[in-house]
């Protein structure tokens, strides 16, 4: 069996995707490491864990980069900061002649030519703010780039470093992708590429200026090139990535989770910290608390005819936490608004099992945000819960077209009526077909949507790249950077 290491840009503690890959792997008797960072971006600490038969290595990501990079971008707030480093040069240079002299007249040097940028950027932080604007035009997008090239690529190395040698190299998106490229280099074996999502059209990315993203689409292009073979989510990802990148294989891995049961009898633990009963409708969100998830329409469609008793229940966390916590004490929502914290993804069905429906009414703000298919679709599935999708095609062809029969309903994601119309077609079904649906949705879980049929295709894939022993990374070459 092979030998692989992963390369994935988190703490890789609830990344269920890359924690279930590295297991089945595992059980198929590859020996496994997950290079990750730590949690605490500022930790300078490598930490190791045994998980699931692999083990997790967290490397530091590098710092000394950012110290020289807030001095250029906020010279005038730190100008105090640089004068004292400066005069500590100054101070040292006697005790550590000649190189104390020599980094003495550079810190001088540097010193002075630091003090004119101070006062250009001083002015034009004036400027900005007569005009009404909060930073430089172009400021945050050199900001993400330097950090991309200084702290994801820098770690990346760092990880690649530390790396013990493996016959495949495994990089998750395009931030872990780079790791896997300078450790396969030492020997030539093959990487695999394990694409997530479009990460030209995800989040930040898919508004940033033209330029970057046609920089990072030719870095992405030369990458792919050099790999074995792409890992994604679903066909249509692999429809777009195949043509633009044209990698030698493609291998789909739904987010799917594994086969469950339902616990007999019910636990009711999401009821129980929300405070209703078994008769009281709960509209469940579970997942990223983010914008373009749907979190309004959901919020709005509860306030729709027919819904009066429905309560919405938001289980996760998020950078629109506050946002929602504001919303949970509006009066209009009669207390039918509810925030609770994540829960362990190992007991996260547990808790979806509670809700009468799953609302996943993700906006088509971006091209990944159309064709995906979250985990949050199949963890309802897995639970034997009916969901409420959006009308795009990958989660039509889950929720609307399945052999066995319909396991939802579709909607309009920005129109909070249409979300309420769906939620209201479940909800007013009949006894017998509220139940027939539940266990549509189970069995099409056990039957299609689980982690043992998807990650045969991985095993599957590992074994071929291990028979055939087929380096496509040049030994010698790095990938080029940002």
Known sequence: MSRVVMFVYNDCRTDARVLREAAALAAAGHSVTIMARPSNAASR?????????????????????????????????????????????????????????????????????MLPWAVVLRLLQGLMSLL?????????????????????????????????????YHGHDLSGLPGALIAARRSGAPVVYDSHEIFLEAGATARR????????????????????????????????????????????????????EPPVPAQHLLRTAVGVGDRTPIALYHGGF???????????????????????????????????????????????????????????????????VGVLPIQASTLNHSLSTPNKLFECLAAGVPVVASDFGEMRRIVAEDPGGPLGELCDPADPASVAA????????????????????????????????????????YADLGRRSMPLATPGSAPAEP
């Open 45 to 113: 600490e490598m930490e190791r864990e045994a998980r699931d038969g692999f083990e997790i290595v967290r490397i530091p990501i590098p710092h000394g980069w950012r110290r020289w990079w807030v001095w250029l971008k906020s010279t005038w707030r730190t100008k105090g900061w640089i004068m004292r480093w400066v005069w500590f040069r100054l101070k040292s240079a006697p005790r550590r002649f000649p190189k104390g002299l020599i980094r003495a007249v550079l810190a001088l040097l540097f010193g002075l030519a």
């Open 132 to 168: 009404g604007r909060e930073h430089v035009p172009g400021a945050e997008t050199i900001d993400w780039l330097v950090r991309w090239r200084w702290a994801i690529h820098g770690w990346a190395r760092a990880a690649a470093a530390a790396a013990p040698d493996a016959d495949i």
């Open 209 to 260: 200026p033209r330029w970057v993203r046609g920089l990072f689409a030719r870095l992405e292009r030369r990458w792919v090139s050099r790999v074995a073979a792409l890992v994604t989510v679903n066909r249509s990802l692999e429809d777009v990535l195949s043509a633009r990148y044209h990698p030698p294989r493609t291998v789909v891995l739904h987010n799917t989770p594994s086969r469950w």
């Open 290 to 356: 983010s914008k373009h998830r749907g979190l309004e329409e959901l919020a709005a469609a509860i306030l729709e005819p027919g819904l009066e008793r429905v309560h919405a229940v938001y289980l996760g966390y998020g950078s629109q936490r506050e946002w929602l916590e504001a919303e949970a004490r509006d009066p209009k929502y009669g207390g039918r608004l509810h925030v609770l914290a994540a829960v362990p993804p190992d007991r996260l069905l547990e808790w979806v099992v509670d809700a009468d």
């Open 422 to 461: 769906g939620i209201r077609r479940i909800l007013d079904l009949d006894p017998v077909a509220s139940a027939e649906l539940r266990r549509r949705c189970l069995t099409a879980a056990h039957e299609r949507w689980n982690w043992e049929t998807e990650s045969a295709r991985l095993v599957e894939l």
